[in-house]
């Protein structure tokens, strides 16, 4: 198979006007100009396979939209290769956005003023959708995103998950090969982020759509990515499978223990006791030089167990780690 | 597309209506303080009211029309949409930018100042008797296609400055309105410099004052060549052309808005 997106030392960067502070800041910013050049995104690589679902994380600022800009044909890249679908994005624009589909959470697509269906008729029109193909989709949509309770409403007057299921469904309405999320669960509730996982992992698994999506969510990786991608400050930092990525940089692991009876000393060697409180103890111990069947031998060699747990490091721990330290510089 | 508008617009039923009066109220009494003070000099130039009405009226009407056909590049409002992210959308649609620009919006309530722009008309031909003949109807509508051209490509170029700053609209502004202001006026009245760049810079001179003189049989102080009165549809092509150029250049430098 090849690649859907191939993505070679891609740069972008953007020249920020410098502003003066102080006295008569104003009029110095009128009369001089001083650029200074922002690394939005940084020499990255990585190619994606069709029907891959990656999570792209990274922090506020980190160059994620811009890749996804860049991705999507809104942005012309300042350097590198940058093909998908087997075509340049920015340079293609017309042809290429026919074959994908692409939600900025903050925003919409679809025309403020009318009636959702009358939106995505005419979004069927635009794309030249054939009639049954446009149908099918709608009626598939219709259900799995309980679209029919406002599908007669003015855009306008829609809450914030109802507009993102109207949203992603226009997206999706021309069927294309490849779908953008950008922070598609920004601001939902609970049940309305669910609704939208569900989808996702529908359309991905029973349409074949490639997806990446950009997410501050971590529950949302979690239960949607087998992979994922971390960049920040422009680089990539991590490009890889969602277990590997604790396992590299988990950080360390806890070992919750319940023993039979109340000891008075539970040290072990290995370990170090974060939690004692009756039965129950919580050790914590580092991911590289101590296992945990390492850890369980001794502890059943000295005491009497009732229960053992392995926990790993949630997840937004060990992406804090690798923002906090940069692990891979 | 047009009648998808259509349709958004008459969703706010009141507020068309109330804008719709309200562009024809403020053209009326421009037009109105433009009637009352001319009449006290007799004439602009050796032009008298019926002349100038003439310009004016042309210019009106075709300014009407090309803010109906470019109103999705109005600078301001090309400008808040880019700043909304709303440029983006458009730019992830399978059709040709410039199209989905154009169609973008479509507001009606221009009509009110097409109206006006036909209302001088009308009042013109009440004071001066034109001898009608096909090449002066095709001098007209060649007129009047130039101004959508000229006055079209002067909101392009300053909608692709918004890419940029928002702060330059108002230099931009100085030569649209302040633009379709002059040439209600015969340009033989403005100094030698401002005349200048108006034929060699910005050819504005050809849009309107030519045509003029040409359907109302009027002598030309400047002495341009005799085929100057056909060059407002070439004018307003060539600039038309350029203000593309300009367009797509800024659509390559584009960056967007953060998320």
Redesign the interface.
């Known amino acids: 198979m090849t690649p859907i997106i191939r993505v070679n030392k891609l740069s972008k960067h953007?020249k920020v006007r410098k502003h003066h502070r102080g006295r008569l800041a104003a009029l110095r910013n009128l009369t001089t100009r001083q650029y200074r050049t922002v690394k939005a995104v940084d020499e990255i690589s990585f190619e994606l396979m069709p029907g891959e679902l990656v999570g792209y994380l990274g922090p506020n600022?980190a160059g994620k939209?811009t890749t996804i800009?860049m991705l999507?044909?809104?942005?012309?890249p300042t350097s590198g290769e940058l093909e998908v679908n087997g075509m340049l994005p920015w340079k293609q624009?017309?042809?290429y956005?026919?074959d994908?589909g692409?939600v900025?959470?903050?925003?919409?697509?679809l025309?403020?003023?009318?009636p959702v269906i009358?939106s995505f008729d005419?979004l069927g029109t635009?794309?030249k959708v054939p009639e049954k193909d446009f149908q099918r989709s709608l009626d598939e949509f219709r259900q799995l995103l309980s679209l029919d309770e406002f599908i007669n409403t003015?855009v306008r007057s829609l809450s914030l998950g109802q507009r993102m299921r109207a949203d992603i469904c226009a997206a999706l309405l021309h069927n294309p090969k490849l779908l953008f999320l950008?922070?598609p669960t920004i601001g939902l509730d609970v049940v309305a982020k669910e609704r939208i996982r569900q989808f996702i992992q529908h359309i991905n698994q029973v349409r074949g759509t490639t997806v990446v999506l950009t997410t501050h969510d971590l529950s949302d990786v979690e239960k949607l990515c087998q992979r994922v991608m971390v960049i920040d400050e422009g680089k990539l930092l991590y490009n890889g499978q969602l277990d590997a990525l604790a396992d590299r940089f988990g950080g360390d692991r806890h070992l919750l223990v319940e023993m039979t009876e109340e000891y008075e000393n539970v040290e072990i060697e290995g370990a170090q006791v974060i939690a004692h409180q009756g039965h129950r103890v919580t050790y914590q111990f580092p991911r590289h030089s101590t296992t945990a069947s390492e850890l369980i031998g001794r502890l059943s060699e000295r005491y009497r167990i009732r229960d053992l747990e392995v926990r790993e490091p949630a997840l937004e721990e060990t992406i804090r780690r690798i923002y906090e330290e940069r692990l891979l510089k | 597309m047009v009648s998808i508008h259509f349709r958004s617009q008459m969703s706010y039923r009141a507020s068309f209506v109330f804008e719709f009066l309200g562009t024809l109220t403020v053209g009326i009494l421009e037009f109105a303080t433009f009637a009352l003070v001319l009449p006290r000099f007799e004439h602009i130039g050796g032009w008298g009211l019926g002349e100038v009405a003439f310009l004016a009226g042309v210019v009106n009407l075709s300014f009407g029309l090309m803010d109906m056909v470019f109103s999705g590049f109005d600078p301001g409002r090309f400008g808040r949409h880019v700043r909304l992210g709303q440029f983006d959308q458009l730019l992830l649609r399978p059709v040709n930018i410039t199209l989905q620009v154009l169609g973008s919006e479509f507001v009606l309530r221009r009509i009110g100042r097409i109206l006006v722009g036909i209302s001088i008309l009308a009042f013109s031909f009440t004071l001066i008797e034109v001898d009608w003949t096909p090449e002066k109807f095709l001098v007209l509508a060649f007129a009047i296609l130039g101004q959508i051209g000229f006055f079209g490509s002067l909101f392009m170029v300053g909608s692709t400055i918004t890419f940029w700053t928002v702060e330059s609209i108002e230099v931009m502004n100085v030569f649209t309105y302040g633009g379709s202001e002059m040439i209600s006026y015969p340009m033989h009245i403005y100094p030698n410099f401002l005349r200048r760049f108006f034929t060699f810079i910005l050819p504005a001179m050809f849009l309107n004052y030519y045509p003029a003189i040409y359907i109302l049989e009027l002598p030309d102080p400047l002495g341009m060549p005799g085929f100057a009165h056909w060059l407002s549809a070439p004018v307003g092509l060539l600039m038309l052309l350029v203000a593309r150029v300009v367009w797509h250049f800024g659509i390559r430098q584009y960056q967007s808005t953060g998320t």
Not at chain 1, 111 to 114: K, R
């Open positions: 953007f600022g939209s800009k999507t044909g809104l942005l012309v624009r017309t042809r956005v026919r994908i692409a900025f959470g903050q925003r919409t697509t025309w403020w003023d009318l009358e005419l635009i794309y003015p950008d922070e």
